[in-house]
């Protein structure tokens, strides 16, 4: 297990299971030295931790934790491209989409339950470029959705 | 012809013309080893294929053929600033946003159009990371709007 | 003073300070040969320029206003973490998300506010791929969010 999933228990979370590729895209893939996930819904162990509108049928406190989950999945997502978690060198840029009614305005204390996970499992290298902002609906009735965009050491070669 | 827009040509599509930059944003933009899309519309023939709310004033089919629409912009646009489009080495990242009603959820059926094509015309090339979410409204009542990234062989040179 | 703030006090604008570090999301991040910005909100002086849905409580005019502050303040978090603006070879990306009714469709427009803004000042380097969405709201009640990538000389070498 590797310093990074160390940390993740120590919080008393963990990461999911590396997730299988779809049919056409695929949960992250690696370009020169960046990582780029698809977006990762809330989902642990195969159910939606909540479904619906946050600040409407799902509660601050609940957004956030589901933006934590996302997160993780985000992270295992990554992990299904690099060896190691230990080799991202920075957290670069989170998109944290909230599904929220036209009177809800605390997209950023959800995403906060992404971003201090981040900080706390990476440290330095967890501070990261962050947008929050507010859909009218998100896949499967997800209530929160993240991407991440991660700086790793290591770079893949472009083809020739 | 490229092999690409014969792979195109051979599902029955067609490459709409280069798109012509406007004022002061431009169809795409190439830098390092990356293109960049602006958000592409699901306009064929110079006629929006269809218009409002996925779910409510358009169809799920109508969405995934919208989708469809916003690839081929893309691509379109990302010929205006490269070569040839075999020169992709590999779609990156694809973000699909969706004019959505607080109760539509299947985002992810609407995107698939966008992922399938990419995923007949590029083969392996086409994997790529996704993410999929509902918008209030997009410009001109547009139901999908389209952003890309890929990635090409050769870099353009930063600036010194 | 750099050239590219004098070209914005040309315009009758101005930098806004640079913005202190929140705790786990930092204002703009470099990696490589880029700059991402975190979500702008159009702030001026600690307060926000309007609140509310564009085409409803904000009109088309105050939306251009908006768009133009996030500008302003996206660059003031990009001096943040270079030297000098001058050193920008490119605004690569601009995200401009757009707090709007489901029957709002105006949302390039408003984006306009914020590309010509950028082209006034950076000229050739201020073309730019660009999407334009719709959310059903934002941070604060912000009527419109903006997110910059950016293309600077120096690149940042990686973590080894």
Redesign the interface.
């Known amino acids: 297990m590797s310093r990074i999933e160390r940390a993740v228990e120590k919080l008393g979370l963990q990461l999911p299971p590396t997730p299988k590729?779809v049919?056409?895209?695929?949960?992250?893939?690696q370009?020169?030295?960046?990582v780029?996930?698809?977006?990762q819904l809330p989902i642990v162990n195969g159910k939606m931790v909540a479904t619906g509108?946050v600040g409407k049928d799902v509660t601050l406190e609940q957004g956030q934790e589901a933006a934590q989950a996302c997160v993780l999945n985000a992270l295992a997502a990554i992990r299904s491209v690099i060896v190691d978690l230990e080799e991202i060198?920075?957290i670069?840029?989170?998109?944290v989409?909230i599904?929220?009614?036209?009177?809800?305005?605390?997209?950023?204390e959800v995403a906060?339950g992404a971003?201090?996970l981040?900080?706390k499992v990476f440290g330095d290298?967890?501070?990261?470029?962050?947008?929050?902002?507010?859909?009218?609906?998100?896949?499967?009735?997800a209530p929160v959705?993240v991407?991440l965009?991660v700086?790793?050491?290591e770079?893949v070669e472009?083809?020739?």
């Open positions: 590729p049919a056409s895209y695929v949960p992250a893939i370009t020169g030295h960046y780029h996930t698809s977006g509108i060198s920075q670069v840029k989170m998109t989409f599904a929220s009614a036209p009177d809800f305005s605390q997209q950023p906060n971003s201090h981040l900080e290298k967890g501070s990261h470029a962050r947008s929050a902002v507010g859909c009218s609906s998100l896949p499967r009735n959705e991407e965009t700086e790793i050491h770079r472009f083809d020739k």
